[in-house]
């Protein structure tokens, strides 16, 4: 009886005008209450969902904002990504290709290197938004898009290594790639754009990033093919969704979401005290010791989840400020900091010390890297080596007499962050360094400020996938400048011949025992050279109110939206 009430209710959908036709959720809800499957409760149709972060573009490969990855992974899907286990999985592709599938194969350079030829297949099913089929027209797009430099999209070492693309049919393509990373077959930055809508903006690439209708018509379905497409926007404000009728996939949980932008944390939690959120992102929301203060009072009403993970924190440094070009200042920096006493006070032990960028969590981790303690008066020596003198009012200068002042910068409205900004403002006092402190809009400090390194300190973090290669951070030809169009996300201005060299041999490393030393080496030099101050893993504190399941953060960089479809509402 069961199967022919679902069987009558599809036929009925499909006899409908398109225009008129339920959605799948609204079916799917309305025959699990017919059949005494589901509760009342479980047709709510709205989900507000809090965030402290707006993106400075809805481009999904214009700058690189964890906002916009949360957003879109209601919105779209990778071709591939590290799931809650951190095994790389297909979402958009059908099957990961391997050499033992006989879906990636080696193939000789013209040079006489070795390159791999890597064959995926495009969900049948996958559409956009306004029912035009996502296929090969679009990945041939992407890549033309990618390839060129005038267009602003992040990650051009990606495109540059790409050889070409074979189209098979509508949903296969080959892609030949210039070498055999470990990661040869993960394609998780390959954003795919939808040409029929995006071509004629690509038709001047230097206007591009303000052309993109991303940015300028924002609500237009074809632009989307995940679970929810956006319906309409307020800058800066909130982004409201409804579900997808074209998704091919499981029914998403909600017919609508709006994310709400809330830079103030301390505002974010009283709006979902008061019930005008439902929920808080947990990659985006509340501080550790705003959520363990929070769990304190009100245990009873919601489930909490504290998630260790590849969430680095740090304070990167403008190597070309001639202050930070000292590296006795910036090891001074960081060992006149305190670093297990703020985890403690602030974030209740809840943080692993950083060493370098590498989690202790991940698979290229060496322990044995030097660890920077706590220490002022090692501190204050090293600032005596260089040249800097403490003078009667306490500051240090140099022999022209310039003050040892800098500015750290950092996220607005993070009360986490505002409150480390003022311990280090504290601690480095101490050993005669000022510190003036600045605060910045998410859209501006990632947008604008480190992209085109017009800071001294900033004090953000980078989201990784396992096993990632920092090449975008640390290589040479990763710093962002007019000439390359902004790519790369070096904002210190990091150049070193042997990083460079070590990145690129660690890529095309198959052998886990070798590709482990090449790390250990990678974290000597970034301990001894101190690029960026390494602070601490943060965990993310997930929030979640009892009537909302089925959220599983991953620890990555991969956000628990790219799962929506599993979420459940009771």
């Known amino acids: 009886m069961r199967m022919k009430a679902i069987e009558t209710a599809f036929r009925l959908r499909r006899a409908c005008p398109r225009r008129m036709r339920p959605t799948l959720r609204s079916l799917w809800l309305a025959l699990l209450l017919a059949l005494g499957l589901a509760s009342p409760a479980a047709a709510r149709d709205q989900l507000v969902i809090g965030m402290t972060q707006y993106p400075s573009t809805l481009h999904p490969s214009i700058d690189a904002m964890l906002a916009k990855s949360y957003l879109h992974g209601l919105t779209r899907r990778p071709f591939t990504v590290y799931d809650t286990d951190w095994k790389l ?8 290709p391997t050499f033992e599938n006989g879906k990636a194969v080696r193939e000789t350079l013209p040079d006489g290197g070795e390159g791999v030829a890597v064959t995926y297949s495009i969900q049948p099913n996958a ?11 679009d990945v041939l797009f992407t890549y033309e898009a990618g390839r060129n430099a005038a267009t602003g999209i992040s990650n051009a070492e990606l495109y540059r290594r790409i050889l070409k693309i074979d189209v098979i049919d509508d949903k296969r393509f080959t892609m030949h790639l210039d070498r055999i990373e470990f990661t040869y077959n993960g394609l998780g930055d390959f954003n795919i754009l939808p040409a029929h809508l995006e071509r004629e903006a690509l038709e001047d690439p230097a206007n591009y990033r303000t052309r993109t209708r991303y940015d300028s018509d924002p609500a237009n379905p074809g632009l989307y093919f995940g679970p929810y497409r956006i319906a309409g926007i307020t800058p800066g404000a909130e982004i409201r969704l409804e579900a997808n009728p074209t998704w091919w996939g499981k029914p998403p949980p909600v017919e609508r979401i ?16 008061s019930g005008s959120i439902d929920y808080v992102a947990g990659e985006l929301g509340l501080s550790i010791d705003q959520a363990l203060a929070f769990e304190k009072r009100h245990a009873a009403d919601y489930d909490f989840l504290y998630k260790a993970g590849l969430f680095y924190e740090h304070i990167a440094l403008n190597l070309d400020n001639p202050i930070l070009k000292s590296r006795a200042v910036r090891q001074a920096l960081l060992t006149a900091i305190d670093r297990d006493a703020i985890n403690a006070q602030l974030f209740g032990g809840k943080q692993a010390i950083a060493d370098t960028s590498v989690s202790p969590l991940d698979a290229g981790y060496d322990k044995a890297t030097h660890r ?11 600032l005596d080596g260089a040249g800097w003198t403490l003078g009667d009012d306490g500051i240090r200068r140099n022999a022209a007499g310039d003050k040892l ?3 750290l910068v950092t996220t607005a409205g993070d009360r986490n962050r505002e409150l480390v900004q003022q311990v280090l403002q504290a601690e480095w006092r101490k050993i005669g360094i000022e510190t003036r402190l600045r605060a910045e809009p998410a859209r501006i400090l990632f947008g604008e400020t480190l992209p085109q390194r017009k800071f001294e300190m900033g004090l953000f973090a980078f989201l990784s996938s396992p096993e990632n290669v920092p090449r975008t951070t640390l290589h040479s030809t990763m710093i962002p400048t007019a000439a390359n169009g902004g790519d790369g996300q070096n904002y210190t201005g990091f150049s070193s011949a042997e990083m460079d060299e070590l990145l690129d041999r660690l890529e095309v490393e198959l052998d886990p025992a070798r590709r482990l030393q090449l790390w250990r080496r990678l974290q000597e030099i970034y301990a001894s050279e101190l690029p960026v101050l390494p602070l601490w893993f ?6 979640m109110p009892k009537w ?10 991969f956000p628990t939206t790219l799962w929506v479809e599993d979420w459940n509402v009771r």
């Open 89 to 96: 999985v297909c979402l958009l592709c059908t099957e990961l």
């Open 127 to 137: 559409t956009w938004g306004d029912g035009t089929p996502v296929t090969t027209e």
């Open 258 to 273: 709006i994310l709400k932008v809330i830079e103030n944390t301390a505002a974010l939690e009283a709006n979902l005290l």
């Open 372 to 382: 920077y303690g706590y220490d002022p008066a090692a501190a204050a020596a090293l």
């Open 405 to 407: 002042s800098l500015e």
């Open 538 to 543: 943060r965990a993310q504190p997930f929030i």
């Open 548 to 557: 909302l399941t089925g959220i599983v953060p991953t620890g990555n960089q």
